[in-house]
């Protein structure tokens, strides 16, 4: 019998090219045909049914990104669609999430906690990359755990989410939020505001800061407790009137505006945090007096990435749906993916969702 998974193998298999959105060497993206990618043992091959744009996607394309090769498209989910020999678990069909970066988690690093740092971690990545039509996931990513199959009720769109939402919850987890904390968050992008979804789940009540007007409306809607924008309002005073006059118990960088980081530093309580998650420019510099982290005990925290325990949690709160991400979508086709760049930098949408 002839099953639709079996036919859809062969269109796979007789398609010579696909395309692919790709980064040429003057940081451009260009729309490419690209010839199929050839399949190892332990590999698949994904059709791509959404991929999220990335605000680290837009630096790479400004080469001011640093921390791994510049390949886009990292926030990839689609149909596993060509599999070479045999895969445990897996099958053509298959709805699924791979994880573009899988740390061993057998070395030092890994067993200290700090897998995002694991030197396998960038060794491997989606292949042309995730703005594709279809894409291989390497054999090490499978092997490691790195593919979660993503229930029927949850879109592809939602599914997308899976990647961001994870870096955030390993960053909420390494800042030890507690119930009750006040938490500022600097910058009401889509990371910020996912943060601010995850603290109101964990019953934090947040502050929100952020030039556009409406963005901060958007946060108010999505439960912020207070929305400021720093052309209007001294952010440190107001914060510190709603605070008693301590300052907040954390404050995100959910910017890579050096300005966002001294904003956090001024408005965290003593012995509070900041947390540095927004990707600074390379290069960037701090114009700060360094005497007031230590007066204050301030401990700054960074986190980078995520690694399967955070995927596997934010694929469950999608799955129970306490965690709702389609307010912030918005779809693009792959055709259309520059109007998708030019949306985010334009702030005209929250988060571009790149779709087949
Ligand atoms: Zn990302
Ligand atoms: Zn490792």
């Not at 926030?75 to 999430?97: P, S």
């Not at 009720?153 to 994870?166: D, L, V, Y």
């Not at 390494?174 to 119930?179: G, I």
């Not at 995100?252 to 050096?258: F, L, Q, R, T, Y």
Request: proline content about 5%; overall charge neutral; aromatic content about 6%.
């Amino acid at each position: 019998m002839i099953t639709l998974n079996h036919y859809h193998h062969f269109i796979v298999k007789w398609a010579r090219s696909l395309k692919a959105v790709l980064l040429d060497a003057d940081g451009k993206t260009v729309i490419k045909d690209v010839s199929m990618p050839i399949l190892q043992a332990g590999e698949v091959l994904m059709e791509m049914k959404a991929c999220g744009l990335c605000g680290t996607d837009i630096e790479k394309m400004h080469g001011q990104y640093a921390a791994s090769l510049p390949i886009i498209g990292h926030e990839a989910v689609g149909v596993v669609a060509e599999i070479a020999d045999k895969i445990e678990g897996l099958r053509l069909g298959d709805r699924v999430f791979p994880h573009h970066h899988v740390p061993c988690y057998g070395c030092y690093f890994c067993r200290h906690g700090s897998e995002t740092m694991c030197s396998h971690y960038r060794a491997t990545n989606l292949d042309p990359g995730g703005f594709s039509e279809y894409f291989r996931v390497p054999a090490w990513n499978i092997n490691h755990g790195g593919v979660l199959k993503i229930p029927e009720p949850i879109s592809f769109e939602e599914a997308s989410f899976i990647e961001p939402t994870a870096c955030c919850i390993r960053n909420l987890k390494r800042c030890q939020v507690s119930k009750g904390d006040t938490v500022l968050i600097v910058g009401a992008g889509p990371i910020g505001l996912i943060h601010l979804m995850l603290l109101k789940l964990q019953g934090a009540d947040t502050i929100v800061t952020d030039v556009s007007s409406k963005r901060l409306r958007f946060a108010e809607k999505l439960g912020a407790q207070h929305a400021i924008s720093p052309l209007e309002t001294d952010v440190t005073k107001e914060v510190r009137e709603e605070t008693k006059g301590r300052g907040v118990d954390l404050a995100i960088v959910a910017s890579g505006n050096p300005q966002a980081i001294v904003q956090a530093l001024s408005s965290v309580r003593k012995g509070g945090k900041v947390c540095l998650f927004g990707v600074p420019v390379k290069g960037s510099y701090l114009n700060y007096d360094f005497s007031d982290i230590f007066n204050s005990e301030v401990s700054i925290v960074s986190s980078n990435a995520a690694t399967e325990t955070e995927t596997k949690e934010a694929l469950k709160l999608l799955e129970e749906q306490r965690f709702k991400p389609a307010p912030l979508i918005a779809k693009f086709k792959l055709s259309q993916f520059h109007k998708a760049v030019e949306a985010a930098e334009k702030q005209e949408c929250i988060k571009p969702v790149i779709v087949p």
